[in-house]
């Protein structure tokens, strides 16, 4: 890629799961709301801890801060007693936020994301976006905060160019890597025909297994570029080739991907396949860059 890319490498995280917060220097606002939209969808199932076959609050929460560095206790209750109590009219994207479903104290917890909104794990739709203060349900269930990790405006920490943490995105050798085993495909060929992939690279043969099938067909140069981020609107470009998809039903609209975009009948065809609802704002964040998180959420629901 041209564009020269400055994204955080992110520091080491600390490990508390007493009453104190975390000090998460690297881990910004984004990064959470990010990794907690990537979710979006998965199906519930009490006491459940694969996002695959299901989840339940609790471990949704535990799952998407670990992702952060930072440990969660398994159980709601026991969140419940991590962090410092903040007020309602204090809270900041990032914090649990906790619920009383049950009438015997707490038994829900989410993440609030900003602008009233909190995220979690339902029984009824699964992870999915609420209103916290919901008239209908919410509003009078709600219990409390907790603030277990401190997350910045911006990024902070070492800042080293033309360079992504692929420990947090997704470069296309891992795409290619994670697609050809779900594919079950034969990999034994690592004589690649990209000129910018040797035969010793552990991405050789994922991606000429990839390019036999017209998945992958490389730049303007031929090259793969296995070191190179890959956009969210790429991805599903190469999930729709891969998996066959068709369109289901009526066309999916994203406020960010006109009916012009070249990435708009991919991106309506995954969303119909419901794969992904999206960013939870109606944007699908096209141009964003896939993280593990979402390439692994979108593998696994078209592994269903």
């Not at 909104?117 to 009078?140: E, H, L």
Request: charged letters at 20%.
């Amino acid at each position: 890629m041209k564009k020269k890319l400055l994204l955080p490498i992110f520091a080491s995280f600390m490990f508390f799961t007493g009453m104190g917060v975390h000090e998460a220097k690297a881990a910004t606002i984004a990064d959470i709301t990010n990794t907690a939209k990537a979710y979006i969808g998965v199906p519930y199932q009490y006491g459940g801890t694969d996002i695959k076959t299901g989840i339940d609050c609790s471990a949704y929460t535990q799952i998407v801060f670990s992702k952060l560095g930072i440990s969660l206790q398994r159980t709601s209750t026991s969140q419940y007693q991590q962090g410092t109590s903040i007020a309602k009219d204090q809270l900041k994207t990032g914090d649990l936020v906790f619920f009383n479903t049950s009438g015997s104290g707490v038994s829900h917890v989410g993440i609030y994301i900003g602008d009233s909104n909190f995220i979690s794990a339902t029984t009824s739709s699964g992870v999915k976006i609420d209103k916290i203060n919901d008239p209908y349900y919410w509003g009078s269930r709600y219990v409390g905060a907790k603030r277990v990790a401190n997350f910045t405006e911006n990024d902070l920490g070492e800042v080293k160019g033309e360079e992504i943490d692929f420990s947090v995105y997704a470069s296309r050798g891992e795409v290619a890597l994670k697609l050809a085993n779900q594919l079950h495909l034969d990999t034994s060929n690592t004589n690649s025909s990209f000129p910018d992939v040797t035969p010793t690279s552990k991405y050789a043969g994922a991606a000429e297994a990839l390019k036999k099938i017209g998945v992958f067909t490389g730049d303007e140069n031929g090259k793969f570029n296995p070191g190179s981020p890959m956009t969210r609107g790429q991805l599903s470009k190469v999930l729709v080739e891969a998996f066959h998809l068709k369109q289901q039903g009526a066309a999916v609209q994203f406020d960010d991907v006109s009916s012009t975009h070249w990435a708009y009948n991919y991106v309506s065809i995954l969303a119909s396949n419901k794969v992904t609802v999206g960013k939870g704002d109606n944007t699908f964040g096209v141009n964003d860059n896939v993280t593990l998180v979402q390439l692994d959420a979108f593998i696994q629901r078209l592994a269903k």
